[in-house]
Each structure stands twice: as C-alpha cells, then as structure tokens.
C-alpha cells in the first residue's frame, strides 16, 4: 500500500475547515471564537499524537506504533512499513551469516576473519583446535599476540601473501601449519590455516626415498663400471659383438651414474642439508672457474663463448651450490645450442640486484613449455635430451639453490631463435 500526500491537499483541508467553522461561527455571530477554538483543537490534536509518538520512539516496547486515524494513522503506517521492512532486511543479513558460518565451520581448514588492523574479528571451530584461537574469547585480540613466531611476524611485516607461511601449530608441534592470508571485503582479512603434516611427511618420505636408492644404486653401478672398464682395457681381443655390448654397457652405465650423481646433488640441495654452510662467495672468481672449467665441453660444439664478468661480485651462499646452479645454465646452452653458436655468459651488478645471464643462439623454447622446465625430470625433446645426456633435473637443482639463495630464475626463450636464463640475486644475500 502507498499513500500519497500532496501540499495542496493539505492546505486545501485546513483552509476548508477553517471555512467550515468561521460559518458556523457567523451563524452564532462567534466567528472569531469557533474559528479559534477549532483551531485550538486541531493543535491538541497534533500535539497529543507527537507526544505518543515520542512516546512509543523511545520507551515502546511493541513494534506496533499506537493506533489513529487521519494523518496520523498515515504517519504511524508509514513508520511501522519502514520498520517491518528494516526487520526484513536484517532477518536476510542474519541469515547469509549463519550461511556463512555455517559454510565456515564445515571447512577443513582454520579460519578467522581480522580487521585491517590484524584484530580477530571471528573464527571457527577448527581455528581453536588447530591455532588456539577461541570464538567470542579471543575477540578484539591481535593474531600476532596469540601466534608468535618469528617467521609468522616476518611474514606479517613483509606484507606479501601471496604464497603461504609455513608454521608449528601454537598449541601441538606434531602439526605443521600452511597459512594464508586474503583480503575479505573491503577492510577484513581472512586467513585460513591448514594442516598439511601429512603432506610434508609424505615428502620427506620420498625425498628419504631418491635419496636412499640413488645412493644405494651407487656402489653397484661402481662395480659394474670398474667390470667393463677392466674387461675393455684388457689385452684379450674381444669378438666385434662383445666389444660393442661392453661399448653399450659403458654408456648407459655412465648415463645411469649421471642420473644417479644428480639425484643425489637434488636430494641434497632439496634438505637444505648445506644451509649452515654459507660464507662469502666470489662470484665473479667462481663463474671464470666454471667457464674455465666447460672449456672441453665446449670443444666438439666450437660456439663462441663471450664473457662479461664483473669483477669482485661477491654473495653469501653455499659454493657447491652455487656452483651446480651456473654450470648447470652454461652446460645447458652448450647442450642445446646446434655448433658454432654464440654464448654469451654476463655477471653484473644492476645497484639494487646481482644479474647473472647465459643466453645463446640455439634452439629456443616454446612458449607453453617455459614454464614446466624447473619440473623434477621434464625435458621438452626426451630423445634429444638423451643424447646430450640429460636427465631433466638440471633446472630442478638451479631452481632449488636459488630458494636457498634469496635468488630468481626468469626464462626467455624464442623458439628457433634462442634463449637466456637470468639469475638475480636480492640484495640481501649481497655483500
Ligand atoms: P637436462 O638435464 O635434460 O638438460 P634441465 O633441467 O637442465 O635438464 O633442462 C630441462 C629441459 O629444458 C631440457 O631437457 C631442455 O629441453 C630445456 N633447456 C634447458 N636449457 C635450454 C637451452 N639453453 N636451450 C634450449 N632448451 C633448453
């Protein structure tokens, strides 16, 4: 229903009512005195509904507004739409909250809703069994008053959540915690804690695992390798057919040795297993090595290797590792470029980072590919990789170092054209 109301009507009301009682008036010769009254009346009128009005406003206890006719009746009317409409509204709200908690609460994860200001603001059942923090107890508290570690605080001060922070849960340290935190609206945060112990058991299982069997596959490949190589430098002739199967053994067994070598140096670089071991690093002295070094790879291929070092470009890191890392890029653009490519191998100093590039000539990248490459065991052309004697675990190594070496890999790559690998290191690990 709507009512509606215009100025006119109004005026049109009040002066015919005046008309009305200033004839009656003139009938009685009171014309001043019944116009007078009248109008006394109406203004008692008015008033008596405006203090039932204030009335009902401030001391009601009934949503109903008090009951009259006219005017007033509209008035009241009108109110008591807006209120029932505003109950309507809130009824709906209310709902989508108990929706949403109700959605929260049957998620596996942890979750809390903050302000701005790092306030918890709500949380779910799982946020106190697997962070501790306990809904309506812990309101109005500061996360980082109730979460404290140091890397939680480091990962709160750096502001980047775009990947997770990885914690022991506060309240049992058999469970090992992957946060993340989201904007939620336009001034909460939502931050989501899940339990991902089994999942890192699992990997260190099957990093346990690669590296207890590459190990193991160690000693016999030892063993065979010393049989043939004995067998071949022996002064017996051997049949032509022999002599090619010792040939064949000797090649994938050296292939195999590689992989194993490789498998080993990932599952080492993978447990950090050298992360007390990081001193100041020459950098510059450690890549002439290594150039230094891949000078008989380069011999069958003839590329034109260009060097551009910088001198005295030192980091804090691990050498050994460091090492694998640049000799793995500069082999790779021996590997993949087709002979008497060009090579250029630059070290320098950009001011706010150390950029370190291998770019070449040769075959290039598809794009789809590029970004698969740092993945354990991808190789783009497997039958072309087999020949250079690659495993596909180059990259995965590189990439794994750089994590431990506040370092980043970025890849371009022209198919047909050619590609450069750039490492840069942040200027923390710069000395
Ligand atoms: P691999 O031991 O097979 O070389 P990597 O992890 O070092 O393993 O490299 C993964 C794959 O990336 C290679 O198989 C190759 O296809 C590609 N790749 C690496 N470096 C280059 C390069 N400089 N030019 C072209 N392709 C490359």
Redesign the pocket.
Known sequence: MYFRISARTLFTRIISLLIISGFVGYLFDQTFLVVSLVSLCLLAWHYNHLFKLIKWLWLGKSIAPPQANGIWGRIYDGLYRRIRKQRLKQKQLNERIRKFRDGAEALPDAALVLSTELIILWGNKKASQLLGVRWPEDVGLRINNLIRFPEFSKYLDDGDFDSPCLIISPINNELQLELRMMAYGSDQILLLARDISKIQRLEEMRRDFVANVSHELKTPLTVVRGYVEMVQASDAALEPHWQKAFTTIETQVSRMDRLVE?LLVLSRVENNVDADNHQQIDLSRLILTILEEVKWLNQDKNHAIHENISPNISINGNEHELKSACL??I???I???PANGVIAVTLRNDGNKIRFS?K?N????KPE?VNR??ERF?????S??RN???????????KHVLNHHHGELSIE?EWQK??E?IICFSPEIAK
């Not at 040769?362 to 990248?365: A, H, M, N, T, V």
């Not at 991808?378 to 497997?382: Q, S």
Request: aromatic share 8%; hydrophobic share 35%.
């Open positions: 490789q793995n890029l082999s790779n653009a590997a993949y470029t291998v070449d040769g075959s290039g990248i590919h490459l740092t991808f190789r783009v052309d497997k072309r990789s250079t004697g690659g495993s596909g675990l180059g990259l995965a190594i590189v790559s050619g590609s690998f």
